[in-house]
């Protein structure tokens, strides 16, 4: 079974600064299958990138993501208020779905 | 706009058994796959099972968590997925989300808290 390992557990970062969060899978996998999904305290997650590297409807153009085969990453380029937040990486298999266990964005 | 209202929610003693409903509108239900997330408290996102369309058969997946005891369904003439849990846990204590989609879950239910406690 697919594991997917999220660094680092915390980011603590002002607004304003660059957010780089990552994203592992303990085997090779497609592309294709994987999203970022974003949690606000007490919200419902949020579809953010599908595809690795595919911005959501809505979403800003200050979150992009990228990678392939085990290493994914998602970027904000400048973090605004509103994006403090938790994040989720997921791989979605035919007859599966796997989450990360997040990466939490707070404010330094 | 889209849509997906749940309700059923609440707290249940070990053993026993309770249905969660997810009413949605704004989209033609019965073209959607539908997925259920649950959170433990202070912990993250776990996949608890999903339902393909009926273009795809209605089958289900679950996670092996909630195998035998959970059983995902649909309702396509009232737009409405459900998921039914039996022989609950303590363990099963979570918001339980549903999701459009099957691997893309474009669109959440805003949760329902499901407490397992005697």
């Known amino acids: 079974e697919i594991v997917l390992t999220q660094s680092p557990d915390t980011l603590s970062l002002s607004p304003g600064e660059r957010g780089t969060l990552s994203c592992r899978a303990s085997?090779?996998?497609?592309?294709?299958?994987i999203a970022w999904y974003q949690q606000k305290p007490g919200r419902a997650p949020r579809l953010l990138i599908y595809a690795a590297s595919n911005r959501a409807t809505g979403v800003p153009d200050r979150f992009s993501g990228s990678g392939s085969g085990t290493d994914f990453t998602l970027i904000i380029s400048r973090l605004e208020p509103e994006d403090f937040a938790v994040f989720y990486c997921q791989y979605y298999g035919s007859s599966a779905l796997i989450f990360g266990g997040g990466t939490k964005v707070e404010i330094k | 706009e889209v849509q997906l209202v749940q309700s059923g929610g609440g707290l249940v003693q070990p053993g026993r058994s309770l249905r969660l409903s997810c009413t949605t509108s704004g989209f033609i239900f019965g073209d959607y796959d539908m997925t259920w997330v649950r959170q433990a408290p202070g912990k993250g996102l776990a996949w608890v099972g999903f339902i393909r369309s009926k273009t795809y058969g209605a089958t289900t997946e679950y996670a092996a968590s909630v195998k035998g005891r959970f059983t995902i369904s649909r309702d396509d003439s009232k737009s409405i997925a459900y998921l039914q849990m039996n022989s609950l846990k303590t363990e099963d204590t979570a918001v339980y989300y549903c999701?459009?989609?099957?691997?893309?879950?474009?669109?959440w239910g805003q949760g329902t808290l499901v407490t397992v406690s005697s």
């Open positions: 999701t459009r989609g099957r691997g893309i879950l474009d669109y």
């Open positions: 085997q090779s996998v497609s592309s294709s299958y």
